[in-house]
Protein backbone atom coordinates (compact mmCIF):
# COMPACT_ATOMS: atom_id res chain seq x y z
CA UNK A 1 0.00 0.00 0.00
CA UNK A 2 1.13 3.33 -1.00
CA UNK A 3 1.63 5.53 1.86
CA UNK A 4 2.50 8.50 0.35
CA UNK A 5 0.59 9.33 -3.36
CA UNK A 6 2.39 11.61 -5.66
CA UNK A 7 1.64 13.12 -8.93
CA UNK A 8 1.97 13.92 -11.80
CA UNK A 9 4.35 11.11 -13.03
CA UNK A 10 6.09 13.82 -15.44
CA UNK A 11 6.00 17.18 -15.73
CA UNK A 12 7.24 19.23 -19.07
CA UNK A 13 7.79 23.62 -18.08
CA UNK A 14 9.19 26.30 -20.26
CA UNK A 15 12.22 27.96 -18.41
CA UNK A 16 10.63 30.20 -15.74
CA UNK A 17 7.78 28.66 -15.65
CA UNK A 18 6.08 27.28 -12.12
CA UNK A 19 6.04 23.34 -12.17
CA UNK A 20 3.62 21.59 -9.37
CA UNK A 21 3.95 18.59 -8.06
CA UNK A 22 1.66 17.42 -5.46
CA UNK A 23 1.19 14.33 -2.80
CA UNK A 24 -0.96 13.30 -0.73
CA UNK A 25 -0.82 10.93 2.28
CA UNK A 26 -3.24 9.25 4.41
CA UNK A 27 -1.65 8.26 8.46
CA UNK A 28 -2.30 11.10 10.54
CA UNK A 29 0.25 10.24 12.76
CA UNK A 30 3.18 11.40 10.00
CA UNK A 31 4.77 15.03 10.70
CA UNK A 32 7.83 15.62 8.63
CA UNK A 33 7.14 16.02 4.87
CA UNK A 34 10.26 16.88 3.30
CA UNK A 35 11.00 17.02 -0.70
CA UNK A 36 14.28 15.22 -2.72
CA UNK A 37 15.27 15.78 -5.89
CA UNK A 38 17.15 13.29 -7.58
CA UNK A 39 19.65 13.13 -10.78
CA UNK A 40 20.24 10.32 -12.42
CA UNK A 41 23.23 7.93 -11.22
CA UNK A 42 22.99 9.93 -7.62
CA UNK A 43 21.19 9.39 -4.46
CA UNK A 44 18.37 11.87 -3.14
CA UNK A 45 19.61 15.22 -2.18
CA UNK A 46 16.95 17.37 0.40
CA UNK A 47 15.47 20.29 -0.74
CA UNK A 48 13.05 21.56 1.68
CA UNK A 49 10.55 20.00 4.44
CA UNK A 50 8.30 21.11 6.52
CA UNK A 51 6.24 20.50 9.43
CA UNK A 52 2.51 20.71 9.77
CA UNK A 53 2.41 23.78 12.38
CA UNK A 54 2.92 25.72 9.18
CA UNK A 55 0.99 25.89 6.04
CA UNK A 56 3.54 27.62 4.08
CA UNK A 57 7.87 27.42 3.79
CA UNK A 58 10.13 29.13 1.11
CA UNK A 59 13.56 28.41 0.69
CA UNK A 60 14.76 30.02 -2.04
CA UNK A 61 13.34 29.47 -5.03
CA UNK A 62 11.35 26.50 -3.40
CA UNK A 63 7.76 26.82 -1.72
CA UNK A 64 6.13 23.63 0.31
CA UNK A 65 2.22 24.37 0.93
CA UNK A 66 0.90 21.94 3.24
CA UNK A 67 -3.14 21.50 4.18
CA UNK A 68 -3.47 19.40 7.62
CA UNK A 69 -6.88 18.94 7.13
CA UNK A 70 -6.66 17.92 3.42
CA UNK A 71 -3.95 16.10 4.26
CA UNK A 72 -1.99 17.39 1.33
CA UNK A 73 0.77 19.04 0.16
CA UNK A 74 3.02 20.25 -2.52
CA UNK A 75 6.12 21.36 -3.74
CA UNK A 76 6.25 24.74 -6.08
CA UNK A 77 9.70 25.40 -8.03
CA UNK A 78 9.83 29.37 -9.14
CA UNK A 79 11.50 30.86 -12.05
CA UNK A 80 12.62 26.99 -13.09
CA UNK A 81 16.02 26.67 -14.70
CA UNK A 82 17.04 23.69 -17.01
CA UNK A 83 19.24 22.85 -14.25
CA UNK A 84 16.34 21.96 -12.11
CA UNK A 85 15.94 18.62 -14.77
CA UNK A 86 15.48 16.06 -12.27
CA UNK A 87 13.06 13.20 -10.28
CA UNK A 88 11.35 15.46 -7.47
CA UNK A 89 10.12 12.87 -4.56
CA UNK A 90 8.22 13.33 -1.61
CA UNK A 91 8.05 11.81 1.81
CA UNK A 92 6.54 11.70 5.11
CA UNK A 93 7.51 10.38 8.31
CA UNK A 94 7.00 10.69 11.76
CA UNK A 95 8.62 10.55 15.24
CA UNK A 96 7.78 7.55 16.46
CA UNK A 97 8.49 5.37 12.87
CA UNK A 98 12.16 7.75 11.80
CA UNK A 99 11.80 6.12 8.35
CA UNK A 100 11.03 7.78 4.98
CA UNK A 101 7.57 6.56 3.38
CA UNK A 102 8.10 8.29 -0.18
CA UNK A 103 6.31 8.74 -3.12
CA UNK A 104 6.62 7.25 -6.75
CA UNK A 105 8.52 10.46 -7.74
CA UNK A 106 8.06 12.97 -10.67
CA UNK A 107 10.47 13.88 -13.67
CA UNK A 108 10.39 17.62 -13.99
CA UNK A 109 12.13 18.37 -17.46
CA UNK A 110 12.59 22.40 -18.02
CA UNK A 111 12.94 22.93 -21.96
CA UNK A 112 15.00 26.36 -22.46
CA UNK B 1 32.96 17.37 5.19
CA UNK B 2 32.76 13.81 3.07
CA UNK B 3 29.11 12.63 2.82
CA UNK B 4 27.70 9.71 3.46
CA UNK B 5 29.90 6.97 1.39
CA UNK B 6 29.17 3.62 -0.15
CA UNK B 7 30.93 0.97 -1.07
CA UNK B 8 30.92 -0.87 -4.31
CA UNK B 9 29.59 1.69 -6.72
CA UNK B 10 28.62 -0.93 -8.87
CA UNK B 11 27.83 -4.98 -8.25
CA UNK B 12 26.62 -7.84 -10.56
CA UNK B 13 25.73 -11.27 -9.35
CA UNK B 14 23.99 -14.37 -10.58
CA UNK B 15 20.98 -15.39 -8.51
CA UNK B 16 21.31 -17.42 -5.32
CA UNK B 17 24.61 -15.29 -4.31
CA UNK B 18 24.85 -13.57 -1.49
CA UNK B 19 25.91 -9.53 -1.25
CA UNK B 20 27.40 -7.41 1.16
CA UNK B 21 26.86 -3.51 1.07
CA UNK B 22 28.77 -0.58 3.12
CA UNK B 23 27.93 2.43 4.40
CA UNK B 24 30.00 5.04 6.51
CA UNK B 25 27.67 8.30 7.84
CA UNK B 26 28.74 11.62 8.20
CA UNK B 27 30.72 12.04 10.82
CA UNK B 28 28.66 12.42 14.10
CA UNK B 29 25.67 10.84 12.91
CA UNK B 30 24.89 8.01 14.77
CA UNK B 31 21.64 6.61 12.63
CA UNK B 32 22.17 4.65 9.61
CA UNK B 33 18.99 3.56 7.42
CA UNK B 34 19.03 1.37 4.13
CA UNK B 35 16.20 1.63 1.47
CA UNK B 36 16.24 0.16 -1.70
CA UNK B 37 15.25 1.74 -5.48
CA UNK B 38 13.50 0.12 -7.83
CA UNK B 39 14.10 1.72 -11.29
CA UNK B 40 11.46 4.69 -11.46
CA UNK B 41 10.08 4.04 -8.58
CA UNK B 42 10.74 5.84 -4.92
CA UNK B 43 13.25 4.16 -2.32
CA UNK B 44 11.75 1.89 -0.13
CA UNK B 45 13.27 1.43 3.79
CA UNK B 46 14.70 -1.76 4.43
CA UNK B 47 16.41 -0.53 8.23
CA UNK B 48 17.01 1.67 10.58
CA UNK B 49 19.56 1.68 13.23
CA UNK B 50 20.72 3.76 15.73
CA UNK B 51 24.02 2.84 18.49
CA UNK B 52 23.98 -0.18 16.82
CA UNK B 53 20.70 -1.62 17.86
CA UNK B 54 17.98 -2.08 15.13
CA UNK B 55 15.27 1.00 15.06
CA UNK B 56 13.04 -0.43 12.52
CA UNK B 57 12.53 -2.83 9.90
CA UNK B 58 10.49 -2.41 6.66
CA UNK B 59 8.51 -4.97 4.89
CA UNK B 60 11.13 -7.33 3.21
CA UNK B 61 12.14 -11.03 3.50
CA UNK B 62 14.55 -12.45 5.97
CA UNK B 63 16.92 -13.04 3.20
CA UNK B 64 17.81 -9.22 4.29
CA UNK B 65 19.55 -8.45 7.17
CA UNK B 66 22.13 -5.75 8.12
CA UNK B 67 24.17 -4.31 11.32
CA UNK B 68 26.12 -1.03 12.75
CA UNK B 69 29.22 -1.22 13.77
CA UNK B 70 31.12 0.80 16.91
CA UNK B 71 32.16 3.12 14.86
CA UNK B 72 28.52 3.64 13.26
CA UNK B 73 29.17 2.37 9.93
CA UNK B 74 26.77 -0.25 8.50
CA UNK B 75 26.55 -3.29 6.10
CA UNK B 76 23.37 -4.82 4.05
CA UNK B 77 23.66 -7.87 3.48
CA UNK B 78 21.15 -9.98 1.08
CA UNK B 79 21.40 -13.72 0.96
CA UNK B 80 20.05 -16.23 -2.31
CA UNK B 81 20.01 -13.26 -4.53
CA UNK B 82 16.23 -12.86 -6.96
CA UNK B 83 16.79 -11.32 -10.31
CA UNK B 84 13.84 -8.51 -8.17
CA UNK B 85 16.65 -7.97 -6.01
CA UNK B 86 18.03 -5.48 -8.75
CA UNK B 87 18.25 -2.08 -7.53
CA UNK B 88 19.59 0.97 -5.98
CA UNK B 89 20.46 0.31 -2.24
CA UNK B 90 20.79 3.94 -0.64
CA UNK B 91 22.24 4.53 2.90
CA UNK B 92 21.24 7.50 4.63
CA UNK B 93 22.40 8.62 8.27
CA UNK B 94 20.86 11.24 10.44
CA UNK B 95 22.50 12.59 13.67
CA UNK B 96 19.74 10.80 16.09
CA UNK B 97 16.75 8.70 16.52
CA UNK B 98 13.58 9.02 17.52
CA UNK B 99 13.24 12.52 16.72
CA UNK B 100 12.74 13.81 13.55
CA UNK B 101 16.14 14.09 12.31
CA UNK B 102 17.05 15.01 8.49
CA UNK B 103 18.68 11.93 6.27
CA UNK B 104 21.72 12.37 4.21
CA UNK B 105 21.50 10.04 1.58
CA UNK B 106 24.73 8.62 -0.62
CA UNK B 107 25.21 7.87 -3.99
CA UNK B 108 23.64 4.57 -3.67
CA UNK B 109 25.17 0.92 -4.78
CA UNK B 110 23.47 -0.08 -8.08
CA UNK B 111 22.57 -3.84 -7.78
CA UNK B 112 22.37 -6.19 -10.97
CA UNK B 113 21.11 -9.40 -10.03
CA UNK B 114 21.53 -11.81 -13.32
Known amino acids: QQQVKQSPQSLIVQKGGIPIINCAYE??????FPWYQQFPGKGPALLIA?????SEKKEGRFTISFNKSAKQFSLHIMDSQPGDSATYFCAASSALENNLFFGTGTRLTVIP | DAGVTQSPTHLIKTRGQHVTLRCSPISGHKSVSWYQQVLGQGPQFIFQ???????GRGNFPDRFSARQFPNYSSELNVNALLLGDSALYLC?????????????FGPGTRLTVL
Open chain 1, 50 to 54: IRPDV
Open chain 2, 92 to 104: ASSLVWGLISEQF
Open chain 1, 27 to 32: NTAFDY
Open chain 2, 49 to 55: YYEKEER
